[in-house]
T-cell receptor, first 114, second 119 residues
Framework: DAGVTQSPTHLIKTRGQQVTLRCSPK?????VSWYQQALGQGPQFIFQ???????QRGNFPDRFSGHQFPNYSSELNVNALLLGDSALYLC?????????????FGNGTRLTVT | AQSVTQLGSHVSVSEGALVLLRCNYS??????LFWYVQYPNQGLQLLLK??????LVKGINGFEAEFKKSETSFHLTKPSAHMSDAAEYFC?????????????????FGQGTILTVHP
């Protein structure tokens, strides 16, 4: 049973560029959340997708956007990259029907902005 | 709004010694609480969770935590540390929101505690 998979594992971009990160949820899960973890910090909630709609959003600017596909996979897009966007981006999935079930995390995508 | 405070960004113990990692939370509604562990260059792995019921929760790798509502705490313990326990540990609270009968959740994490285990 495959867990949460994320791609790519590492990415280097230049300021002002755009980036797309991808996530496939754990089998049986239909909800995907994205988190940003800056170096030395705890993960910060970006947004959550369910039924192809953004359901909740954290305190992140509109430069951060996402999408969920019919197969429940998801993308995180960041436009106009800033140096401060350098972080580990974590995707997590959790089943809607087991709403009190814990989230399962992927290993993340390490984004470096130069 | 919820928040999580982890007391001590670094904890160092000897192998075989007691591990105690502290977590206090703030929540206006009954919380669901979690401890996650993160090894270098990896994602987060769930250690244990508290939702309802028994306040002493047992997790994987010999860890356990006790939910104390009166103290708003959820401290993580392990009786005897092992070298493989060296990692960063995160406490988190999950606040469920309702919209049209459907529930969603997001996690609010603490800043993390790095556990070092000495031989």
């Amino acid at each position: 049973d495959a867990g949460v998979t994320q791609s790519p594992t590492h990415l280097i971009k230049t300021r002002g560029q755009q980036v797309t990160l991808r996530c496939s949820p754990k089998s049986g899960h239909d909800t995907v959340s994205w988190y940003q973890q800056a170096l030395g910090q705890g993960p910060q909630f970006i947004f959550q997708y369910y039924e192809e709609e953004e359901r909740q959003r954290g305190n992140f600017p509109d430069r951060f956007s996402g999408h969920q596909f019919p197969n429940y996979s998801s993308e995180l897009n960041v436009n106009a990259l800033l140096l401060g966007d350098s972080a580990l981006y974590l995707c997590a999935s959790g089943g809607f029907r087991g709403y009190n079930s814990p989230l399962h995390f992927g290993n993340g995508t390490r984004l470096t902005v130069t | 709004a919820q928040s999580v405070t982890q007391l001590g960004s670094h904890v160092s113990v000897s192998e075989g010694a007691l591990v105690l990692l502290r977590c206090n939370y703030s929540s206006s509604v009954p919380p669901y609480l979690f401890w996650y562990v993160q090894y270098p260059n990896q994602g987060l792995q769930l250690l244990l969770k508290y939702t309802t019921g028994a306040t002493l929760v047992k997790g994987i790798n010999g860890f356990e935590a006790e939910f104390k509502k009166s103290e708003t705490s959820f401290h993580l313990t392990k009786p005897s540390a092992h070298m493989s326990d060296a990692a960063e540990y995160f406490c988190a609270v999950n606040h469920l929101l309702s919209a049209g009968g459907t529930s969603y959740g997001k996690l609010t994490f603490g800043q993390g505690t790095i556990l070092t285990v000495h031989p």
